[in-house]
């Protein structure tokens, strides 16, 4: 089993640990979408118990590194690695039974890196996934009103354009839009370090 490593885990966790201890519900299982190296989940289950992590990604290689990383963690918070592709019209945790439901959904630095579309899936799969009051939790760049909060967003946004025209980052207000049609408000944006920020969105 390989681990990856991203670097930029160890910069936001710290930060993104005190939004998730103060705005994720007090139980039940939080579902990582785009867990990627699997990094985050190894640090935040375990110092966010009795809650129950589930991380998951589309990416094979991604998930044995997040298996790699969740197994030296060997976290009694953390639920088994799952296959998970937002695009997917039904998800295949959802015919299975899990220990607990499912009431917060965390996507950390995806919405920029995939296509528009994974947006409208991400947020149809909440939809499916909870309950009245349930979370949603996005952390990366954005921007406002079509305006990027920083020169070096800019610089990163034509990067990420040049290697995939079909990224970039996104609008707030798109992504809010999205959000309310299926039935999420954005409750609240927090300003986070390195210019980024996380969107917390309720299910109504
Ligand atoms: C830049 S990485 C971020 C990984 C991790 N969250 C982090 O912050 O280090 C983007 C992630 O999005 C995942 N991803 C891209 N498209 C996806 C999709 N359609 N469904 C689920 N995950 C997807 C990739 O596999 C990758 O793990």
Request: overall charge negative; glycine content about 6%; hydrophobic content about 45%.
């Amino acid at each position: 089993m390989t681990k990856r490593y991203a670097p930029a885990t160890e910069r936001n966790r710290e930060p993104l640990l005190q939004v998730l201890q103060s705005h994720l519900p007090q139980r039940g299982v939080v579902l990582e979408i785009a867990a990627g190296s699997g990094q985050h989940a190894a640090y935040f289950a375990p110092r966010l118990a009795p809650r129950l992590w589930l991380p998951t990604d589309k990416d094979a290689v991604n998930l044995a590194s997040i298996h790699a990383w969740c197994a030296e963690a060997d976290s009694e918070s953390l639920l088994a690695t799952q296959h998970l592709d937002v695009l997917e019209t039904v998800w295949e945790i959802e015919q299975q039974a899990l220990p607990e439901d499912v009431t917060a959904i965390v996507n950390i630095n995806m919405l920029h890196i995939a296509p528009w579309l994974c947006c409208h899936g991400l947020f149809a799969g909440a939809k499916r996934m909870l309950r009245q009051g349930g979370i949603v939790l996005l952390y990366g760049p954005f921007k406002e009103q079509g305006q990027h909060t920083a020169v070096s967003n800019e610089s990163f946004d034509t990067q990420l354009r040049a290697e995939n025209a079909s990224w970039g980052i996104r609008d707030v207000e798109a992504v809010t839009e999205v959000a309310r049609e299926a039935g999420f408000d954005c409750a609240e944006m927090i300003q986070m370090p390195a210019n980024n920020h996380v969107l917390v969105f309720h299910y109504q």
